[in-house]
């Protein structure tokens, strides 16, 4: 099992900059590919960014490319999501999702987006930018 705890959400202006952190613990060595999703009142969770294992893969959605930064330190298992230039439309839950390694090999933007190839979740942090 993998247990994951977000941190870093909170309340900022339109423009200003934020970074989240998502820490595993556990067994974060049997995690795979991890990943950002976010969900706003009344919507559907959906895909923001996603990391491989090693950190070399990385895959973004249009509305955050540019703007957001995944990146994963092996040494404290935690990967983070730098935003900047923040928008009122990302004010959501922002979600950590952890892959299990003991599935089959996955690649590419399809399988790293997709919510239902994640096995592991935070609780969320709430992410509310005003106008």
């Known amino acids: 099992q993998v247990q994951l705890a977000e941190s870093g959400g909170g309340l900022v202006q339109a423009g200003d900059s934020l970074r989240l952190a998502c820490a595993a613990s556990?067994?974060?060595?049997?995690?795979?590919?991890m990943g950002w999703f976010r969900q706003a009142p009344g919507k559907e969770r959906e895909f923001v960014a996603a990391?491989?294992?090693?950190?070399?893969?990385?895959y973004y959605s249009d509305s955050v490319n540019g703007r957001f930064t995944i990146s994963r330190d092996g040494a404290k298992n935690t990967i983070y999501a730098q935003m900047i230039s923040l928008k009122p439309e990302d004010t959501a839950v922002y979600y950590c999702?952890?892959?299990?390694?003991?599935?089959?090999?996955?690649?590419?933007?399809?399988?790293?987006?997709?919510?239902?190839?994640?096995?592991?979740w935070g609780q969320g942090t709430q992410v509310t930018v005003s106008s």
């Open positions: 999702a952890a892959r299990s390694g003991q599935k089959y090999y996955c690649s590419g933007y399809t399988c790293f987006s997709d919510i239902n190839e994640y096995d592991y």
């Open positions: 556990g067994r974060p060595y049997s995690a795979d590919n």
């Open positions: 990391i491989s294992w090693s950190g070399g893969v990385t």
